[in-house]
């Protein structure tokens, strides 16, 4: 069986966690890694039958509905075939829309802030990186989307109305601009911010919650925050894939990782919360949060409709 995500901590959580699993059935799961949605994307659809099981962010599913659509990639999950899932995972996350019918709701992740707790005051808002004191020291992320996303979140302008509105557009695109300044680098991965906190490159990074969290048991000064205006999800789902010939065993395989047992060793390994229905402390005390009205959902199907606009202007910006 072959499974492809991003890599690092998680999938390193994965191999793990999932050789039970391997062992108990006698398979052996290829973990294959591409930095980002759009790389996933164009690999799936490079060898479609090359893949049994994906991860894939709500940007990811856009360009599956909007650039990918007559490729049929990904395979209409029949939810009976995984009980523990509509057993275990609260309604909530469940119902979240990224996915549609394509997917199993698998973690939690915001692209909120993490900063350095020995150089930075505590953070609350994307207006705190405004800080003088801060120029050449922060690290975000080189998606344009995302960039997009949360300078809308920032202003409090809905991502659909700044994109059929060329005032409102441009309002986002000098807030991009005005946030460059303070710019050491802009991240491709998460291993790249990750190491410019540990290392003190940078002391500010628009980040995903895990991944800090993860700097924080290895003993770093790190903290995380969902600014009070919010912030993009970029939690993600599992799909299979339509051409695989492992449908039944991959729905056994996710079937199995909801099990609450399962669910809980995943969050202990990589950090990144389960939603699981019920009390566990192993989901207590997060870097992420189980509030789903912490993060902002938009159309991103829009997004995709938009992108060579957006990632132009944010190149631009960036040089």
Not at 103 to 120: C, D, K, M, R, W
Not at 258 to 269: G, I, S
Not at 280 to 299: I, Y
Request: hydrophobic share 35%; aromatic share 12%; net charge negative.
């Amino acid at each position: 069986m072959t499974y492809l995500n991003r890599g690092g901590a998680i999938q390193d959580a994965e191999i793990e966690v999932l050789q039970e699993w391997e062992d108990e059935n006698d398979i052996d799961i290829e973990f294959d890694e591409q930095p980002d949605d759009t790389d996933m994307m164009e690999q799936m659809s490079t060898d479609p039958g090359g893949y049994d099981i994906v991860t894939l962010s709500p940007y990811g599913y856009a360009l599956d509905s909007v650039q990918y659509a007559d490729e049929d990639l990904l395979l209409d999950i029949d939810y009976d075939e995984v009980p523990n899932y509509t057993e275990n995972i609260q309604e909530e996350w469940q119902d979240q829309e990224f996915f549609g019918d394509k997917g199993l709701f698998y973690h939690v992740s915001a692209q909120g802030i993490g900063y350095n707790t020995n150089e930075v005051d505590e953070i609350t808002s994307w207006d705190d990186i405004k800080d003088p004191d801060l120029e050449g020291e922060v690290t975000l992320f080189s998606s344009g989307p995302t960039r997009f996303g949360n300078s809308c979140a920032a202003l409090g302008i809905d991502v659909a109305d700044a994109l059929e509105d060329d005032d409102l557009y441009d309002e986002v695109m000098d807030e991009i601009e005005e946030m460059d300044q303070y710019v050491y680098q802009y991240w491709d991965s998460g291993q790249d911010f990750m190491g410019d906190l540990s290392e003190e490159e940078a002391y500010v990074a628009d980040a995903w919650g895990g991944r800090v969290e993860t700097l924080a048991e290895d003993g770093d000064p790190v903290d995380y925050v969902i600014p009070e205006e919010g912030c993009i999800s970029w939690s993600v789902a599992f799909s299979i894939l339509e051409e695989s010939d492992m449908h039944e065993e991959a729905y056994d395989l996710l079937n199995w990782i909801y099990e609450e047992e399962t669910a809980l060793e995943m969050v202990e390994h990589h950090y990144y919360p389960i939603p699981l229905e019920g009390d566990h402390d192993e989901l207590e005390g997060r870097f992420e949060s189980l509030d789903a009205d912490d993060v902002l959902t938009f159309d991103w199907e829009l997004v995709v409709e938009n992108i060579e606009r957006i990632e132009q202007d944010f190149a631009n910006i960036t040089g």
